[in-house]
């Protein structure tokens, strides 16, 4: 059985809370969630502590994030609402040369993003991110070639949950946007994203319990309305034990640098609404 090692803000999380069984259901046993390191307890008054955390799951804790590099066969860094402790969370396991699986939202900003990439590199760490819906199952017979423009709905707040629409849409439509615009509001935000090619896409945020949602526009003209009904978190967790067991990496740094670029720029957009921002 291969070990990993949890590295985390703060433990009691819904990230934390669920991957170790569904790694270990997954990989057949193969692979299981050993040790845990959070920085901090969780802030918010009615959360688990890290001892409670680590009762309840089974996963024992342990005292600094060399003990995790140290015990552990592959590493997975978590903080999955805390993107900006990413780098810091990250530096030991991106020296170690063991398979790091880095959690979204990957880095607040494009520059950081860069840095964690030419750390990794640097070290000869092979390391990802990415959120779960770049494996949707709706996505796998799509073909890019022919793609227009791509609309997308999602649940949840802008600055963590948007990472859900952002990374289908560079999956789908590839890396080279030009510039955002804000359309929307505090409670629905909206954002516009231009190409370098003149091809254009758009997402929408609503509030929770609304359905990810996909329309997918080609040149000729014709469309593919996808619901996002798959078990994409499953096959997720899949392509990490896969990566774990071979190396391959199975979202490229570039699409995740175009990710967080967009992402950046979005929130920046939102201070100026209607206004162009370049990514």
């Known amino acids: 059985m291969k070990k990993i090692g949890f590295i985390d803000y703060?433990?009691?999380?819904?990230h934390a809370d669920n991957y170790p069984k569904m790694?270990?259901?997954?990989?057949?046993?193969a692979m299981e969630v050993c040790y845990a390191y959070g920085e901090t307890d969780n802030p918010h008054?009615?959360?688990?502590?890290?001892?409670?955390?680590?009762?309840?799951?089974?996963?024992?804790?342990?005292s600094s994030i060399e003990e995790v590099i140290e015990k552990s066969d592959y590493i997975v860094v978590?903080?999955?609402d805390n993107p900006e402790?990413?780098?810091?969370?990250?530096?030991?396991?991106?020296?170690?040369?063991?398979?790091?699986?880095?959690d979204k939202t990957f880095a607040p900003d494009k520059a950081?993003?860069?840095?964690?990439?030419?750390?990794?590199?640097?070290?000869?760490?092979?390391?990802?991110?990415?959120?779960?819906?770049?494996?949707?199952?709706?996505?796998?017979d799509i073909d890019r070639s022919r793609i227009a423009t791509v609309g997308t709905w999602g649940e949840g707040a802008f600055s963590n949950y948007a990472i859900h629409q952002i990374e289908p849409i560079?999956?789908?439509?590839?890396?080279?946007?030009?510039?955002?615009?804000?359309m929307g509001t505090d409670k629905f935000p909206s954002l516009y994203i231009e190409y370098k090619d003149g091809r254009h896409a758009q997402l929408a945020c609503y509030p929770r319990r609304t359905p990810f949602l996909t329309n997918v526009g080609y040149e000729d003209g014709t469309t593919d309305h996808l619901e996002i009904k798959s078990a994409y978190f499953e096959n997720f967790i899949?392509?990490?034990?896969?990566?774990?067991?071979?190396?391959?990496?199975?979202?490229?740094?570039?699409?995740?640098?175009?990710?967080?670029?967009?992402?950046?720029?979005?929130?920046?957009?939102?201070?100026?609404?209607?206004?162009?921002?370049?990514?």
């Open 10 to 14: 703060y433990l009691a999380e819904w």
């Open 112 to 140: 950081a993003a860069q840095r964690i990439f030419d750390f990794a590199d640097k070290h000869g760490t092979p390391c990802y991110s990415c959120s779960a819906l770049n494996f949707a199952s709706e996505y796998r």
């Open 238 to 279: 899949k392509e990490m034990i896969k990566f774990f067991e071979t190396g391959e990496i199975p979202v490229s740094h570039a699409q995740t640098i175009d990710v967080i670029a967009i992402r950046e720029a979005g929130i920046k957009a939102m201070l100026n609404p209607h206004e162009w921002v370049n990514v």
């Open 78 to 80: 978590l903080s999955p």
């Open 45 to 62: 008054p009615e959360a688990a502590t890290n001892l409670q955390w680590s009762e309840r799951t089974g996963v024992p804790l342990v």
């Open 23 to 29: 790694i270990k259901d997954l990989s057949g046993g």
């Open 85 to 102: 402790r990413h780098e810091e969370l990250c530096k030991l396991p991106l020296m170690s040369g063991k398979r790091v699986y880095i």
């Open 170 to 182: 560079v999956s789908l439509m590839g890396p080279g946007a030009k510039r955002v615009m804000f």
